[in-house]
């Protein structure tokens, strides 16, 4: 559960710790958009080599950044497990649609026979059973699921039907596009996360959002919301951890037993999640209200923010990356 990085703030002295938290998260805003701004791959080569070529590139100027706030690699790339699932159904699913004229691989025909299926059954029953001792689980996973695909290309007996796919050549590109786009996102994010403090980061939030009081909006709630939201994630987080460990030592396994008794046990999870979630509320409420927190009165700050000589040059730094991305797309 430690390996979730959103809202986890690691305490650093880095160049990328003491930066302004409003240069921060425009700067890291900005680059997240302009890494939309890349465009997709186009039916040429050259289209496609300079699409992947500024995806290189931010993923160099991402890696800098993350050299700079001399936070271990592992801690970012940890906290992407999680999303796993996301980037490979991502990819399946661009390189399974129909796109452009140029075909990968034509007519590929799976079998679906009973022997093939029963085969690959049998890997799915194995993998479950023993996945606690499966090391890199996701690429043997990967391994396993190609396997298949290539068993199910030949008649191994009886066949329910054959089914046809063509595995488009755009499909791949776009599929491994997206991939990159979506983990520099995630990268980027990561980022801001661990290196900028909530309540930094909820100033910052309501610095941006001060115009909208001139139309009586009250932006220090917002941020306050978005603050909390963002705190409570990994806390929320650690006590499923707990939990799991306290079910765990009582005798209940996961990972084991029938569809039933895995629903009954997750739901065991959810009802003391709920309870401490409450539990938890109630007791910020308590400590806010104890402190003196009046939602929508005027408050001071602790640490008053300035703008420092690093924090204009890491802004001319990132416009410079962003326009430089938006000339050569428009290129």
Known sequence: MN??????????KSIIHKLDPRTKLLSLMLLMVSVFLIPKPVNNSFGRLASFVMLLVFAVIIL?????????????LNSLKQLAFLFVFTFIIQLLTPQGDKILI????????????????LWIILFIIFRKFIPCK??????LTCLSIYLLTYD????????????????LFNGAFFFMRIFLVIMLSTVLTLTTKPTDLTSAIEWYLHPLTYLKINVSIFAMIIS?????????????????????SRGVDFKEGTLKQQIGQIISLLIPMLV???KRAADLADAMEARGYIPGAPRSKLNVMKFSLSDLFSF????VIVTSIIVVSVI
């Open 3 to 12: 390996n979730i990085a959103l809202g986890q703030y690691v305490d650093g």
């Open 64 to 76: 800098i950044i993350v050299l700079f706030t001399k936070i271990s690699l592992l801690k970012y």
């Open 106 to 121: 034509p007519n590929l025909n799976l079998n679906l026979s009973i022997l093939g299926l029963g085969i690959i059954l």
């Open 138 to 143: 996701l690429i043997v996973f990967l391994i």
């Open 156 to 171: 191994l007996g009886y066949s329910f039907t054959t089914v046809t796919l063509n595995l488009y050549e755009d499909g």
């Open 228 to 248: 909390l939201a963002l705190r409570f994630i990994p806390t929320l987080f650690n006590e499923t951890g707990k939990i799991l460990k306290a079910q765990s």
């Open 276 to 278: 401490i979630s409450f």
């Open 316 to 319: 001319i730094v990132t416009i």
